[in-house]
């Protein structure tokens, strides 16, 4: 079962560390952002109501009430969808590979902001995260060069990072008790509503200009790197529990340079791939010693450390 999990967590991670690339390759085929965005979540929401169909969750459905309901729709038209604007809008403007590595300094933001609200409490282990992530965010940002960044870029994936660290503590406390495909799809249809609305009251959803070969990217990011991506993150929380899935998540942005890398040509600096190296080791220091204590992490320890892109509930080892 622990190998089985951790298959089914590096497997998450590189359908995670895929998007940045589908996207910019579907940004070559007559996609813009907005195009982007809304199928994206049209096919994603589409896929987890079939899923959930399937998988016997129509007793759960009908056992939901209309504030979780509207909770889940809401977390997905206003947050999830703000965090995907900033996150791919960013890759009009920098580079797959640094965009990767600036979004995952979430983890040490949402433990930080955790802190700052009350809701947990400032120890050595979260400071040094908060250390290790924030010297890696320095490096990765100074490694770069003078001129060589786009200001606009860096400010949407920080950005992106904190909307998605806001998310995970909002939905830790309103969205508890509903199953992860359920919520998927909730939140997929709040986003796709929002999105697909928006992008046509503005006049930027464009799908007649997409060629097959962008429709191609565009299925990908929905099924590949949403659908299967969060399905497999689960399957493996669930058989190798919460310390091995958060660790093993740090592949994502890994896969993503990687891919950048043989795709694009992208390159980073040494100093560059030190800081991420540092923001990484901050994910990694915040999954491992509670866990070796009391074998389960708080809702926030989890949402932290994860990277499902959606929430993780607690999770304790079986």
Not at 116 to 142: F, H, K, P, Q, W
Not at 233 to 239: H, I, T
Request: net charge positive; proline share 2%; charged share 10%.
């Amino acid at each position: 079962m622990q190998t089985r999990g951790t298959f089914f967590c590096l497997a998450s991670g590189a359908a995670f560390g895929a998007m940045a690339i589908f996207a910019k390759l579907a940004y070559r085929h007559g996609t813009n952002v907005a195009t982007v965005l809304s199928f994206r979540f049209l096919f994603a929401a589409a896929l987890f109501w079939l899923l959930a169909f399937a998988g016997g969750h129509l007793r759960e459905l009908r056992s939901l009430n209309r504030r979780q309901v509207r909770a889940g729709l809401l977390l997905g038209a206003c947050g999830y969808a703000l965090q995907s604007g900033c996150y791919f809008t960013a890759l009009e403007h920098i580079d797959a590979s640094l965009l990767s590595l600036l979004l995952y300094t979430f983890p040490a933001m949402v433990a930080g902001a955790a802190v700052l609200i009350g809701r947990e409490r400032m120890d050595a282990r979260r400071l040094t995260a908060l250390a290790l992530a924030s010297s890696g965010l320095v490096l990765v940002l100074a490694g770069a060069g003078a001129g060589s960044l786009e200001a606009v870029g860096v400010a949407l994936g920080l950005g992106a990072a904190v909307v998605y660290s806001t998310y995970i503590l909002v939905s830790d406390r309103v969205v508890g008790g509903i199953s992860p495909i359920v919520l998927s799809a909730l939140v997929c249809s709040g986003a796709a509503v929002s999105l697909t609305l928006g992008s046509t009251v503005i006049g930027q959803l464009h799908p007649g200009a997409v060629d097959a070969e962008g429709w191609l990217w565009l299925a990908s990011i929905a099924l590949v790197s949403t659908v299967a991506a969060i399905g497999l993150f689960f399957a493996g929380l669930r058989l190798a529990g919460p310390t091995t899935a958060s660790i093993l998540a740090t592949v994502e942005p890994l896969v993503t340079v990687v891919l950048a890398f043989l795709v694009f040509g992208e390159t980073l600096s040494a100093v560059q791939i030190a800081g991420g190296m540092l923001v990484l080791s901050a994910v990694i220091v915040l999954a491992r010693p509670r866990m070796a204590r009391t074998g389960s992490l708080t809702p926030v320890e989890a949402a932290a450390c994860a990277s499902s892109r959606l929430r993780v509930s607690t999770t304790s080892r079986s």
